[in-house]
């Protein structure tokens, strides 16, 4: 396909959606959904601050896997044209209902549809997990109601830990106080784990791609992450209960408190490797050294 019919086709996919993209709120963004996107990043603070980085890394699984789609036989696909209308409808009915969300998933349909058109299947086949990556683009402002469970959840474990660990404490909401009067401090909003949450499951997505063999190991893992980013944030919670009673309050709410979150992510991608590795795992290799180890020694002493 000639270079410059490929730049037309950007340059009207581009166009369309930055002077015909949002409307809602244009007093504010502009009719660019380009414009809406980045305005609603930076409203929601640091818990899409990882958003940046999705498109690189789209390009980058593109750019790594960019001998094959060389390879990959090209023609035109007619059912890659339905999608592609299927997108433009899509985005003309979004805009009509003021819903800038539903357009910007339309877009990523389209950036996935037009390459299935002109390249055909085997190239679409390829682009399905850069394109569908997009999506961690997406504000998804409803994932704030989250926040609440996910401190409730939080704050529940954490106080047991601590009570399992000799720190006697008791949970009032989601504040937790020291029986002895040694600290007590509240997880609030901003420590709900909804930023970790997020983006450790773009990382999970990016790892499962690379390091699983089937599309079901994949999703397991990929699906893991939430629940592995919970117990992350758990072990930062407890943690800071645990610098309280060792070295006060003021020190574990201040200076641990602003680098406990690696805490969250060094607990969450060590399980999410453990996790990945025992996906991958060769059980029928495990069992027979197992076996040999611990079953074959006592079957001769036997003897």
């Not at 992510?265 to 060769?282: C, K, Q, R």
Request: hydrophobic share 50%; charged share 10%.
């Amino acid at each position: 396909m000639h270079i410059g019919f490929l730049a037309v086709i950007a340059g009207l996919i581009f166009c369309m959606y930055h002077f015909l993209g949002n409307t809602t709120n244009t007093k504010l963004y502009g009719r660019s959904t380009f414009q809406w996107m980045l305005g609603r990043w930076e409203n929601m603070g640091d818990d899409f601050s990882h958003a940046w980085l999705i498109p690189f890394v789209s390009l980058g699984v593109i750019w790594y896997r960019r001998k094959e789609f060389i390879a990959a036989p090209k023609h035109i696909c007619k059912t890659g044209l339905w999608v592609v209308v299927a997108a433009l409808a899509l985005h003309y009915l979004s805009a009509k209902a003021q819903q800038t969300r539903v357009s910007v998933f339309a877009l990523i349909l389209l950036l996935w549809g037009l390459p299935f058109y002109l390249y055909g299947w085997e190239v679409a086949k390829l682009l399905i997990f850069p394109c569908s990556y997009l999506i961690f683009c997406v504000p998804m402002n409803f994932l704030d109601q989250m926040t609440f469970p996910l401190r409730m959840i939080m704050t529940v474990m954490a106080t047991h830990l601590l009570n399992g660990l000799g720190i006697a404490v008791e949970r009032s909401g989601s504040a937790i106080y020291s029986l002895s009067g040694g600290f007590n401090f509240d997880v609030a909003s901003p420590c709900s784990g909804l930023r970790s949450l997020l983006a450790l499951t773009a990382l999970t997505a990016v790892y499962a791609y690379f390091t699983q063999k089937t599309v079901m190991k994949k999703w397991v893992l990929f699906m893991s992450s939430i629940p592995l980013a919970v117990i992350g944030n758990i072990a930062r919670i407890t943690s800071i209960g645990l610098v309280a009673e060792a070295f006060g309050e003021e020190f574990a709410s201040k200076l641990y408190h602003d680098y406990s979150g690696y805490v969250v992510f060094g607990v969450a991608i060590s399980l999410m490797i453990a996790v990945g590795n025992m996906l991958n795992a060769d059980y029928s290799q495990v069992w027979k050294q197992w076996k040999q180890t611990f079953i074959s020694p006592i079957s001769t002493s036997s003897h």
